[in-house]
């Protein structure tokens, strides 16, 4: 047999197949050189043999075995080697050609620069001149190319054609459900180290900060819709960790309408508009939704929450929220513990009331969207909370409810909530479309520590928020939009797709492989695992007996609520059902309210004019489990501790106005972090008593009063525009709010026929006494609303 050559010194045996990309050799070729001097030919040298060098180190894959029997249980890292040299791994010898667009020719080796600070793909056009999408100068966006002045638009006219085409584009499907957001930046910090119960990185660490995007939404209406509609609120936050990202994908109510994902286009298409006139809009009072709810009884523990002041909160800063499902916690050495996630706004939990609801509706439909971007534009930072709700298997297993069960709470009297850790939100987004609109969300998205459960609707929803973005956002690579990047590094074998932006260096994408050293290789125990539930069960489409109980915790929160909350519950059921046109579908809705309270179905039945039929049978021989009220399912239960910071309060001024008095409630309002306005009829300068002028900010007509929080009546012998401070007046007392009257501007609150006492929220005192009542007013505005008011016999 003829022995093949040494190379050495100028030879170049096999030169040629490294300058082909097709075949070559039996034995790998190593040449001296490629021919004539070239610095790229010398790198494509060292690019081929080196990428042999890699190949040859891995003879086969030393990890296959582990795949397989006792193995299998602990996952193990994949096997890697060095690249000799860089360039081995290169896609091509010419990557260190440098040009503005390319860089400097030196890749950073393991870098994915895609995952660095949004700050690389912030624009600003500050002294830039107009230009195309292609970056070419653009002289004329007045006008379209025409033959002659009065002729016709030329189709060569790119510039036109580009902005015209891009504009018909600009929308992207609107998410089915929680369509209505608004959103903002922040951070996670942790409490406190809590490896013990968790390998999650955001409690890796006391004093341990995650960068956050968080949005809130409402979920039926469309994403023009108005924000205090009663609904529930979806309160998303993404977790950018160093292990990936983590989506807690919560919302303000703890349970939700069903309890398999197998139902929820069924929840969906009910509670959507209607198909055949597709009205009405954001809203569950229609036939359709209580069709399908007195039709499905393990509905009734969310009926009470959603026919609550739950579901219309005050603003997204004073509402809580939840991870719904049931989570597990995993620590670094595969012990388990089940989670629940609570937050908890430090504003306090606040709502409005069912009328200045409506109205705020029409008022300002942003209301809630400007009140969050206010408050962050401020630098009154809202905060929350996360508490954690940590118990074992076996304590699940003592419950009187199934924890897999989504239409069911774990009572804190039963599980305390151990606070863990604060969230901050600190920056409102640049652009509403590229962020807000764009942030992708998906309960799927985990990093090691956190866990799935067998909870079937959370099963449903793995599937369904990654497969509704891909539908929303054009493709599988919507992780690659700016806000959805993590700040951890993406390395994969993924490519292609709609949109991709990603360039990937090199010619592997599989695994295993040799010709990249292995790279990326998988991370074995360092990874996500999922925890190894045991399984031993036949396949069948049911629910477990203890899903059946669908009204012992419908009951629990109904005991738990005030006086004045269970009001509101039954006025909420009653409006609901009045707008209902179908008697059999209000009848079957009493009868399943009977299950929960008779007092309840009662009052909502006299409310309809109607008599009350049997109650519904009941799903289960079992008799519903008696739960002790739990005080904490009370909105009253957490009033927040921020006093009045951020209350808006309406100052309501007059030609003649005592302005030095005016300056002073003005002054001490805003230094305690309110935001005072002067309100008047109109706008514009107005003389006070001492001829100064004040200038009003705000007109009636603009600023009604379900936008306010309390309003001051100034000292002034005259008010333009009676009739308007009058109306003004009269809504501040129907939905509860503070007033405080100062000198003759009490004769106004006489005029409106609102009564002094003994209502702790009507404050009357003279011009002298101004700063002491003040005080009382703010203690007062602090505690959010006088529901004392609703007890009282005289109402305007």
């Known amino acids: 047999m003829a022995k093949r050559k040494n190379n050495n010194g100028g ?59 006792e193995a299998a249980y602990t996952p193990h890292a994949g096997e890697t080697r060095t690249p000799p040299t860089p360039i081995a791994t290169a896609s091509t010898s010419t990557e260190t050609i440098a040009s503005p667009k390319l860089g400097d020719g030196q890749p950073e080796i393991g870098d994915n620069a895609l995952t660095r600070p949004l700050d690389r793909v912030r624009v600003d056009d500050t002294g830039r001149e107009l230009t195309t999408n292609q970056g070419v100068p653009v002289a004329d966006n007045q006008n379209s190319l025409k033959a002659g002045l009065r002729g016709p638009t030329a189709m060569e006219d790119f510039i036109l054609r580009e902005k015209i085409t891009h504009f018909d584009h600009e929308r992207i499907p609107e998410r089915v459900v929680h369509a209505r957001g608004s959103a903002a930046h922040g951070y996670f910090e942790s409490y406190e180290d809590l490896r013990a119960i968790t390998r999650a990185a955001p409690f890796a660490a006391a004093g341990k900060r995650t960068p956050v995007f968080v949005r809130f ?12 509609v009663r609904d529930v609120r979806g309160f998303a936050t993404k977790f950018y960790t160093d292990e990936g990202n983590w989506d807690l994908v919560a919302n303000n109510i703890p349970v939700f309408f069903i309890q398999d994902a197998m139902k929820f ?19 569950s009072a229609h036939d359709t939704f209580w069709d399908f709810a007195s039709l499905s009884p393990e509905i009734a523990h969310m009926l009470m929450w959603h026919t609550s002041d739950r579901a219309i909160p005050r603003s997204y800063r004073m509402m809580q929220g939840f991870g719904v499902h049931t989570f597990r916690l995993i620590n670094a050495q595969g012990q388990s513990l089940f989670c629940k996630f609570h937050w908890t706004p430090l504003a306090g939990t606040h709502s409005l009331v069912w009328d200045e609801a409506a109205r705020l509706a029409g008022a300002d439909p942003d209301y809630h969207r400007r009140d969050l971007w206010e408050a962050i534009d401020s630098g009154q930072f809202p905060e ?92 599988p690579n919507f992780h690659e939009i700016p806000i ?58 049911g ?90 399912l009370s909105l009253f239960a957490r009033p927040g501790m921020l006093g009045v910071r951020t209350r808006r309060v309406a100052i309501i001024v007059g030609q003649g106005v005592d302005g030095a008095q005016v300056r002073k409630l003005y002054a001490s309002l805003l230094d305690a972090g ?57 809504l501040q007392y129907r939905h509860d709010k503070p007033i405080l009257a100062l000198g003759n501007g009490a004769e106004l609150l006489k005029a409106a026929r609102i009564p002094r006492k003994p209502d702790p929220g009507v404050i009357v005192a003279a011009s002298a006494d101004a700063a002491e009542a003040l005080n009382s007013f703010k203690a007062v505005l602090a505690q959010h609303r006088v529901y004392a008011r609703e007890n009282l016999a005289s109402r305007v």
Not at 265 to 283: C, I
């Open 11 to 69: 030879a170049v045996d096999g030169a040629g197949s490294i300058l082909s990309t097709v075949a070559g050799p039996a034995a790998a070729p190593h040449p001296a050189r490629l021919g004539p001097p070239n610095p790229i030919a010398e790198q494509l040298l060292e690019k081929v043999t080196g990428d042999e060098a890699l190949a040859a180190e891995m003879p086969f894959n030393v990890t296959k075995p582990l795949e397989y029997g």
């Open 217 to 228: 939404s409402t979920v039926v209406g469309e994403r023009g819709s108005a924000d205090t």
């Open 265 to 283: 286009p069924d929840l969906v298409h009910a509670v959507k508009p209607e198909p055949h006139h597709a009205m009405p809009q954001a809203s």
């Open 384 to 475: 929350w909370e996360l508490g954690l709700q940590v118990f074992t298997e076996e304590q699940a297993a003592q419950f009187p409810f199934d924890i897999l069960d989504p239409t069911k709470i774990v009572p804190e009297e039963m599980v305390a909530v151990r606070a863990v850790g604060k969230l901050v939100l600190d920056r409102n987004p640049d652009n509403f479309f590229a962020e807000t609109e764009q942030v992708a969300f998906c309960a799927a998205h985990v990093v090691p520590g956190i866990d799935f459960t067998d909870d079937p609707l959370l099963q449903g929803r793995l599937h369904s928020y990654i497969d509704t973005q891909i539908s929303r956002l054009g493709g």
């Open 484 to 541: 959805n990047t993590p700040v951890a590094q993406i390395h994969n074998n993924q490519r292609e797709g709609f949109h991709r932006q990603q360039i990937n260096r090199g010619r592997v994408n599989y695994e295993p492989n040799s010709l990249a050293g292995g790279c990326p290789f998988q991370a074995g125990a360092r990874g996500f695992s999922s925890f190894p539930q045991p399984i031993h069960a036949s396949k069948v489409c």
């Open 543 to 632: 629910k477990p007996e203890l899903f059946a109980d669908h009204y012992a915790q419908a009951r629990l929160f109904w005991i738990s609520q005030s006086a004045i909350e269970q009001r509101h519950i039954i006025d909420a059921f009653r409006f609901e059902l009045t707008r209902v046109q179908t008697p059999a579908v209000r009848s079957r809705t009493l009868a399943l309210l009977l299950n929960i309270d008779s007092r309840l179905a009662g009052a909502v039945a006299d409310g309809l004019g109607m008599e009350l039929p049997p109650p519904l049978p009941l799903s289960s021989e079992q008799p519903p489990y008696e739960y002790p009220p739990s005080p904490a």
């Open 674 to 730: 309110a935001v005072p306005r002067l309100i008047s009829a109109r706008i514009g300068p107005l003389a006070t008593a001492d001829d100064s002028l004040l200038d009003v900010e705000i007109s009636f007509e603009a600023g009604p009063s379900v936008l306010w929080d309390g309003a001051i009546v100034a000292d002034s012998p005259v008010f333009v525009g009676d009739a308007m401070a009058l109306e003004f007046l009269r």
